[in-house]
């Protein structure tokens, strides 16, 4: 039972160590608003969501207000588009049509986001699988609020590599659209291997067929209270280490557990899921990367980088699963570039590559994140490097994922600003050998022989 004495213990996380719930997350079923005729669909889609979320933003504030719990993102994640329109769309700006529908709810009801314009393609693509990922560039480039993701692959089926080398294509036409805002759309742009169905995060949210109607998940972050945590003890034992990053989980989540109960109750939608993850902020002090410094590196990316991020992954989530019941989405520590101010200095100090990071994602909670290449990158280099990142997924039985910004018109040394939660990046460079064989040979990578567990 949480009780008001936990709320207040962490007054002090929360005033001075950047403790926030980073989103609250209405999942939506749309299977039943499927329909053959695409104005009707658009309709039942419109007024489904409305209906749902038109009073999340309130109960989000009212939360907010009531328990002096940051709330930084109320969002939507509904059933993957592909799945709805293919009854009624049958060329690609079908789909964009769905997705300027999606877009239009998410500024009447006032969520920051809205995810879900997705296909599952681990292991083929229906036809309207491919022409949902063929719109994605025209889609995120007229909509705002639309985030998108495909999932190319799953320790149970292998990778979907015309997928792959499709989507290297999609990303840098995606580039190309958004262009005029440094290729931002790929910023709300992921792909995935083993995508979780209750993920609270963007840009890879969807709502899972196997969810209920409705359902509330909740995702809560503190990069800034594990680093102040752990800095009290500075030179001890492992085990330590990993009692006080373990015990400081467990609070942060107790946190998370608060407002998605607060949340479920006042919406009348079931609770999900907690997904407690070290999400970093461009703010200062609210870093993994800092975290990995105070454990002993001088930069992250410095030799012994993956154990301590291996180590802190671990206990962060073993701290999560003792503080609630369903603790699921994407539980651990992010490692986006942009967002992180640490990696930022780590990129520009020379410590941290896109190899090293590639070394680190077998062991965070995503993968690849929010990182900012040369414009000029080629369609079937980004397609290795997906590919690369899949393997990882598929091999570890662990979600990874890639979001990676070739930024048209500029190259290594330069920087590009996003702004806000997504904050600014260093172009990092690309190995620049071929891998053009391999990615355009035809098919899919097999499942692992692990992955045979019936």
């Known amino acids: ?125 229906t036809e309207a699988d491919e022409l949902l990922i063929r719109s994605i560039p025209q889609a995120l480039s007229c909509t705002e609020r639309v985030c998108s993701s495909v999932n190319l692959g799953s320790t149970k089926t292998g990778i979907n590599m015309d997928g792959v080398r499709l989507m290297g294509k999609i990303i840098k036409e ?42 509330i998940n909740v995702g809560v972050s503190g990069p800034g209270v594990v680093k102040n945590a752990i800095s009290k003890v500075r030179g001890e034992s492992f085990e330590v280490l990993c009692e006080t990053i373990k015990k400081t989980a467990f609070k942060v989540t107790r946190v998370g557990q608060l407002v998605a109960q607060e949340a479920s109750e006042r919406l009348g939608v079931p609770f999900g899921i907690v997904d407690l993850s070290l999400a970093p902020t461009p703010a200062i002090g609210d870093s993994v990367a800092d975290i990995l410094c105070e ?76 990182i900012a290449i040369p414009g000029e990158t080629k369609e079937t280099t980004i397609a290795g490097i997906i590919a690369d990142e899949m393997a990882i997924g598929m091999v570890n039985q662990k979600t990874t994922a890639v979001r990676v910004i070739p930024v048209i018109g500029k190259g290594v040394g330069e920087t590009v600003e996003f702004g806000g939660l997504l904050g600014h990046a260093p172009i990092m460079p690309v190995n620049s050998f071929s891998c053009d064989a391999f990615v355009n040979r035809v098919g899919r990578i097999p499942a692992p022989i692990h992955s045979f567990k019936n």
């Open 174 to 215: 995606t580039a190309e659209h958004t262009k005029q805002q440094d290729s931002l759309g790929c910023a709300k742009l992921v792909v995935f291997c083993n995508a979780p169905d209750d993920n609270p995060f963007m840009a890879g949210a969807f709502h899972g067929v196997t969810e209920a109607d409705k359902i």
């Open 295 to 370: 454990i002993g590196l001088e930069y992250a990316g410095a030799p012994g980088t993956t154990a301590a991020l291996a180590l802190l992954n671990d206990q962060v989530k073993k701290g999560g699963v003792m503080a609630s019941s369903y603790v699921g989405g994407l539980s651990g520590a992010f490692i986006p570039v942009s967002e992180d101010q640490g990696m930022i200095d780590a990129v520009e100090a020379g410590a941290l590559t896109l190899e090293k990071l590639e070394a680190m994602t077998c062991v965070c909670s995503v993968g690849l994140d929010m």
């Open 1 to 125: 039972m949480i009780n008001l004495f936990e709320v207040v213990e962490t007054n002090e996380m929360i005033t001075k160590e950047n403790l926030d719930v980073r989103t609250i997350t209405l999942g939506i079923n749309l299977l039943d608003c499927i329909d053959s005729d695409l104005d009707k669909l658009n309709e039942k889609i419109y007024n489904k969501i409305y209906e749902a979320a038109k009073h999340l933003v309130k109960v989000g504030e009212e939360i907010s207000g009531e328990f002096g719990i940051p709330i930084v993102n109320k969002r939507i994640s509904v059933t993957p588009i592909g799945l709805v329109g293919g009854a009624a769309c049958k060329a690609a700006k079908d789909f964009v049509s769905i997705a300027q529908t999606l877009d239009s709810v998410a500024h009447r009801v006032g969520v920051n986001f809205i995810g879900g314009y997705s296909a599952l393609v681990s292991k083929g693509m």
